[in-house]
């Protein structure tokens, strides 16, 4: 089945960096964008940006843009969400998830299970 | 950038009840919306896309329509697992903006 499955909690503190990374199985993971999405705690959800696998191209939210950088890594099927220059609200879940569309829409599905990154001094 | 205006915020109601939620896009979006619930601890699952298509494994009793700027997912008989946060997403254009959510609780 297809799976997102992301790596583990992380404690940072105020300016340092975060590599959040998404494994991807049970697709071809060259045919489908990969979108990032966080949530600070008791909050809604916020879209970041997405990476295309096959080229390696990415595009960011504009309140993102000069902090994050999407990459990845096809032999292992793997993408990465790094922010820098983190801020205490930066403190959030953030999930990967991959794209899908059709002639009417398109939806995120499945998500990753969600990386809890904590800034604190 | 495309602002998703949710309603209510929350709702309160009981086991059996008809539940709607609404959601509408700044512009048009055509059908270009998404509807995902999601529990505590726990990543959104879709639900709904392209505005009214059910995701295979959904239960039927969901069902969401609209169209432009206006959209409605309706639960029609509630069942306790359907207690829960439902958002709202557009992928019409960039950025792809969620709604606020709606929290459905028990009454």
């Known amino acids: 089945q297809v799976q997102l499955v992301q790596s583990g909690a992380e404690v940072k503190k105020p300016g340092a960096s975060v590599k959040v990374s998404c494994k991807a199985s049970?697709?071809?993971?060259?045919?489908?964008?990969l979108h990032w999405v966080r949530q600070a705690p008791g909050q809604g959800l916020e879209w970041m940006g997405w990476?295309?696998?096959?080229?390696?191209?990415?595009r960011y939210a504009q309140k993102f843009q000069a902090r994050v950088t999407m990459t990845r890594d096809t032999s292992i099927t793997t993408a990465y969400m790094e922010l820098s220059r983190l801020k205490f609200d930066d403190t959030a879940v953030y999930y990967c998830?991959?794209?899908?569309?059709?002639?009417?829409?398109?939806?995120?599905?499945?998500w990753g299970q969600g990386t809890l990154v904590t800034v604190s001094s | 950038d495309i602002q998703m205006t949710q309603s209510p915020s929350s709702v309160s109601a009981s086991v059996g009840d008809r539940v709607t939620i609404t959601c509408r896009a700044s512009?048009?979006?055509?059908?270009?919306l998404a509807w995902y619930q999601q529990k505590p601890g726990k990543a959104p699952k879709l639900l709904i896309h392209?505005?009214?298509s059910l995701q295979t494994g959904v239960p039927s009793r969901f069902s969401g329509s609209g169209s432009g700027t206006d959209f409605t997912l309706t639960i029609s008989s509630l069942q306790p697992e359907d207690f829960a946060i439902y958002f709202c997403?557009?992928?019409?254009?960039?950025?792809?903006?969620f709604g606020g959510g709606t929290k459905v609780a028990i009454k």
């Open positions: 998830a991959k794209y899908n569309s059709d002639s009417y829409g398109g939806w995120f599905d499945p």
């Open positions: 049970g697709y071809t993971f060259t045919d489908s964008y």
């Open positions: 990476i295309n696998p096959n080229s390696g191209g990415a």
């Open positions: 512009q048009g979006i055509s059908t270009w």
């Open positions: 392209g505005s009214s």
């Open positions: 997403q557009q992928t019409d254009s960039f950025p792809h903006t």
